[in-house]
Nanobody
């Protein structure tokens, strides 16, 4: 089992920044190297893909409408993945979920093996 714990969410004004962290523990390396991703879910909406990163960190991807504002990175020595969010907008308000999967990219929910519990991000106008 792999446990994912997100942190860094909160309330921020429009135009501000937040950095989310996702710490992985458990069998993180024993069976396979994990690709990671971030998803988000706003009230009344489906969970949607935000960004993904390969185990090596050499490959990343993000949903088109977030490119230029959001960036994903990872520190394998710390078993931690980050989501840097800049120029936040009220429509970015959602619960943000960390996800881990066997293969890159972690692009759709069916490619996710493990989920974090989520962290709330609220952007005020």
């Amino acid at each position: 089992q792999v446990q994912l714990v997100e942190s860094g969410g909160g309330l921020v004004q429009a135009g501000g920044s937040l950095r989310l962290s996702c710490a992985a523990s458990g069998r993180t390396n024993s069976e396979y190297t994990m690709a990671m991703g971030w998803f988000r879910q706003a009230p009344g909406k489906e969970r949607e893909f935000v960004a993904t990163i390969a185990w090596s960190g050499a490959k990343t991807g993000a949903t088109d409408f977030l490119k230029g504002r959001f960036a994903i990175s990872r520190d394998n020595a710390k078993n931690t993945v980050y989501l840097q969010m800049n120029s936040l907008k009220p429509e970015d308000t959602a619960v943000y979920y960390c996800a881990a999967g066997r293969y890159y990219p972690v692009l759709v929910t069916t490619s996710v093996d493990y989920w974090g519990q989520g962290t709330q991000v609220t952007v005020s106008s």
